[in-house]
């Protein structure tokens, strides 16, 4: 449910809403929610002074309900 919430939050703020990928990775203390746009769309996720990203995450956990989830932000060309 978080990733599909994410995902159609994001994909209302960019410009290249076909390749907005959200990816869950469960962690031991919780998930973490990887976001990879197209590194023309990064700033519009990250926001300025990171103010977007922070709205993002704080409504993202407001979901989570009390569990742990962190929120990466990545562009589609960066390889992990």
Not at 19 to 35: D, H, N
Not at 39 to 58: C, F, M, Q, S, Y
């Amino acid at each position: 449910m978080l990733e599909e919430a994410l995902e159609h939050l994001v994909k209302g703020i960019v410009e290249h809403p076909d390749e907005v990928r959200v990816r869950a990775r469960k962690i031991r203390t919780g998930r973490v929610l990887e976001v990879r746009v197209h590194p023309e769309d990064l700033g519009k996720v990250i926001g300025r002074g990171g103010r977007t990203a922070k709205a993002l995450r704080t409504v993202v956990n407001a979901l989570a309900d009390g569990k742990y989830v962190r929120v990466d932000l990545v562009d589609l060309n960066e390889a992990r």
